[in-house]
T-cell receptor, first 112, second 114 residues
Framework: DAGVIQSPRHEVTEMGQEVTLRCKPISGHNSLFWYRQTMMRGLELLIYFNNNVPIDDSGMPEDRFSAKMPNASFSTLKIQPSEPRDSAVYFCASGLDLNEQYFGPGTRLTVT | AQSVAQPEDQVNVAEGNPLTVKCTYS??????LFWYVQYPNRGLQFLLKYITGDNLVKGSYGFEAEFNKSQTSFHLKKPSALVSDSALYFCAVRRNSGYSTLTFGKGTMLLVSP
């Protein structure tokens, strides 16, 4: 198995632009998680999907952030408009229900 | 609410010596506990978990962890450290019943010197 796949690996954009991060979970996993990692705040859960349905989006920082999971093999996290404080590493993880999670390599986002 | 404390930002160990990375937790009810490792510019990798049963859990790369309910701790250990073990280690907890996502600690950087 290729593991969790994320794209792009690096994204540099200007403030105000739309950013879309993509994730392909491990086949057969029914749970998908989006996290954000920064030095100041550590690892934060943004949103959790189970069977393609958003279960918990309480960690989404504000309306500028949105996430979708149109099918079992694909999810997106969109930021519109982006701001410098959104600069972070964004991880996607998948698993079976709420058991151990398998993380992708992350997308390093820089907003200038 | 649930929480994880990793009291040490960094642990320094000489290669060949035993290592311990500390973790204490707070959760209502019984816990599910996890350790993850993160190498530079990589995602977190699952190391081991405690669900129930034997308090000593063995995981990947020779790591083990001991669950201590009375001390609410789940310390990560390895008998003989390798330079290649140098990485950032995260402890995580969730409640073992009902809906509960993982809460991660802040992480502990392990540096193993040759």
């Amino acid at each position: 198995d290729a593991g969790v796949i994320q794209s792009p690996r690096h994204e540099v954009t200007e403030m105000g632009q739309e950013v879309t991060l993509r994730c392909k979970p491990i086949s057969g996993h029914n749970s998908l998680f989006w996290y954000r990692q920064t030095m100041m705040r550590g690892l934060e859960l943004l949103i959790y999907f189970n069977n393609n349905v958003p279960i918990d989006d309480s960690g989404m920082p504000e309306d500028r952030f949105s996430a979708k999971m149109p099918n079992a093999s694909f999810s997106t996290l969109k930021i519109q408009p982006s701001e410098p404080r959104d600069s972070a590493v964004y991880f996607c993880a998948s698993g079976l229900d709420l058991n151990e999670q398998y993380f992708g390599p992350g997308t390093r986002l820089t907003v200038t | 609410a649930q929480s994880v404390a990793q009291p040490e930002d960094q642990v320094n160990v000489a290669e060949g010596n035993p290592l311990t990375v500390k973790c204490t937790y707070s959760v209502s009810g019984n816990p599910y506990l996890f350790w993850y490792v993160q190498y530079p510019n990589r995602g977190l990798q699952f190391l081991l978990k405690y669900i129930t049963g034997d308090n000593l859990v063995k995981g990947s790369y020779g790591f083990e962890a001991e669950f201590n309910k009375s001390q609410t701790s789940f310390h990560l250990k390895k008998p003989s450290a390798l330079v290649s073990d140098s990485a950032l280690y995260f402890c995580a907890v969730r409640r073992n019943s009902g809906y509960s996502t993982l809460t991660f600690g802040k992480g502990t950087m392990l540096l193993v010197s040759p």
